[in-house]
């Protein structure tokens, strides 16, 4: 009898076990917000002095993707995140701490990651693969600040009294692959009834390539390889019916090249950029 009853006992836990890693399944997600920009650029140059500029506005952005499940040990995961709809960042510079002009600038943020997830357990993972980001930077409505200065146009010093800047744009494209790796935490299977349910990663981000352009200097390139990318991100949602869940996100990112890179006498300066985002984001898995 004791024989049978440990039998069925030792049944009961694997059925418990095996329904826990069945309820620990993949998902995919999608949702929508609002992403705060702050762009700043940093160089120094005999002729100039030090030159700083700085950009700040928020725009609305979109996020998606899909957590798979391969094994007990083995997830992976695709998320995509881009600028919805760029609107007009207010762009101040200066130099050597005094005003010296003002452009406005568009800035599109597209990222994707395709990470690799190394189980500890089902909520807790260590994270690893490759990501992407593709970011563009559209200046135009350079105005002066000092009548009797010169404007700054991508680094170079163009006259009043020779050029009009009206209708002037110029764009600056930046396309860069990372390594990635980090730390991923999921509280609970997606849309467990009666269940908040939390997401938590920290990654850290290592450029392998990079490729920077301008249209204001054709034939110039850069692929400097100095800097990183650091990713905090959050979530918590609540399941309103079977297999879906709907929650808040949030997300910091701090991007950072360091040191100035010339090109044919072309300085890229010193960058950062930073991203706050959050909003509504929707999570399902409608298999039984």
Known sequence: MKKNL????LAGMATVLSAESKFFDGYSYGGIGFENTTYQESGTSATYGHIKS????TSPVYTTGNLVRVNDKYDFSLDFSSTLLARELSETWTRNGAALQSTNMDVT???????????????????FGPSYSLN????FNFKDTNPNDTYLVNGVSIPLNVDDTDGLLTEERVATLFATFG?????APVATPNTFRFKLNALCSQPIWN??????FEGVSFSSLSGYKMDINGYVGYPIMKGLELGMFVGYQYQRKIGDDKSQGIVWPDNT??????????SWNFRD
């Not at 700085?54 to 506005?57: N, S, V």
């Not at 563009?136 to 200046?139: A, E, G, H, P």
């Not at 950029?273 to 929707?282: M, V």
């Open 6 to 9: 440990l039998i069925l006992s």
């Open 54 to 57: 700085k950009a700040t506005g």
């Open 109 to 127: 943020i597209n990222s994707m990651r395709l990470l690799g997830h190394y189980k500890l357990d089902d909520k807790n993972r260590i994270v």
């Open 136 to 139: 563009s930077f559209k200046r």
């Open 183 to 187: 730390y991923w935490y999921e509280s």
């Open 211 to 216: 490729s920077a352009s301008n249209t204001g």
């Open 273 to 282: 950029l930073q991203t706050i985002q959050a909003g509504l984001l929707a």
